[in-house]
């Protein structure tokens, strides 16, 4: 075990309309907080950092009523929705001034609350970044389950370096963090930045539970975009990608050409109407295919030269303990 590391737990919990589940969330993880102080694990100036990505119910005025009760609690919140990734990253900015490690869970508390002692005893231990992973994906439904698996399996073909299973349950010390703070990427994708990190790392093994209330705030159209974004901000292969598929296409054209040469002087020229418009149909759906693969790095370039803020806090509820 290393000696003096600092012990200031900040947890940063992400929410967007969870009026339903987010007083028993916040009941919880005080509970948890306070068992894990009195047990000496982390230090009493702990803090949970509830970052409000924009809701549009009684998410924000809950998060304030508790915050009001309680010095322990924090609020984050951001003028509009800017999406889980961003809200993560505005929590843990603001942590790292303040907290020597920072822990992220969902506000559902679908990811095992009591793996926390896990956690932060691998940072004891002298890891900069603790990853959680999941035992299974058996409260998943089948469509997650298959996309998701797919997803991770498609990601290490395209060599990136990302742990299968691992969302966005993790710890990362200030040091870790300080670093993150350096990234000014906008198309963000935590779960991939942040083993690019390096640093000594560990992981944790944690159950999964089904959402208690509430429903998902994943909508599909949100899941293909953190996909997308997963892909074009780690990896450029698909470009190259296209390019081997151009080079292929290329000689297949050459071939049929000496084909149809050949054919045309045996005195075949009538016959060929499917093959020539299967070829049409093939080639314009690989054309148009890999613009749209193109089209799709040359938008983030957009977006990121346009260097726009990642996220807007509107307030912000902190009572900052004095030094003990
Ligand atoms: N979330 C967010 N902004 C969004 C969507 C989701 O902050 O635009 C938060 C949400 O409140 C929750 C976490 O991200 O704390 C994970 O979302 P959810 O539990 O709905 O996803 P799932 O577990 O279904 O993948
Ligand atoms: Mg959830």
Request: aromatic content about 10%.
């Amino acid at each position: 075990m290393e000696a003096n590391r600092g012990n200031i737990l900040y947890l940063v919990v992400p929410c967007y309309n969870e009026e339903e589940i987010i007083e028993l969330s916040i009941g919880r993880l005080k509970e948890k907080m306070n068992r894990l102080i009195s047990e000496k694990k982390i230090d009493g100036r702990s803090k949970v950092v509830y970052v409000n990505d924009g809701s549009r119910d009684k998410t924000l005025s809950l998060l304030h009523v508790a915050a009001k009760e309680d010095s322990s609690i924090a609020v984050i919140s951001f003028s509009t929705n800017f999406g889980h990734q961003s809200a993560i990253l505005a929590g843990m900015m603001f942590a790292t001034d303040h907290a020597d490690m920072v822990i992220t869970i969902d506000a559902d508390l679908q990811q095992d609350i009591e793996a926390l002692d896990k956690f932060i005893e691998a940072y004891m231990h002298g890891n900069e970044i603790v990853y959680g992973v999941r035992n299974d994906r058996n409260s998943d439904g089948f469509f997650k389950k298959l996309t998701a698996t797919m997803y991770y399996k498609f990601l290490h073909v395209l060599g990136c370096d990302i742990i299968t299973n691992h969302a966005d349950y993790r710890l990362m010390s200030k040091k870790a963090l300080k670093v993150l703070g350096e990234y000014k990427e906008v198309n963000l994708f935590m779960r991939g930045l942040v083993p690019t990190l390096g640093f000594k790392s560990d992981i944790v093994y944690f159950d999964v539970k089904a959402r208690e209330a509430g429903s998902s705030k994943y909508t599909l159209k949100k899941m293909v975009k953190l996909a997308t974004d997963g892909i074009t901000s780690l990896s450029i292969k698909p470009l190259h990608l296209i390019i081997g598929l151009g080079f292929a296409t290329c000689l297949f054209s050459v071939l049929m050409a000496i084909y149809i040469f050949v054919d045309w002087l045996s005195g075949n020229t009538v016959p060929g109407y499917t093959t020539s418009l299967m070829i049409t149909l093939i080639m314009n759906g690989i054309t148009l295919l890999s613009l749209g693969i193109i089209g799709e790095y040359i938008g983030k370039i957009y977006m990121e030269a346009k260097g726009r803020p990642r996220y807007i806090v509107e307030s912000i509820v902190f009572q900052k303990e004095d030094e003990q």
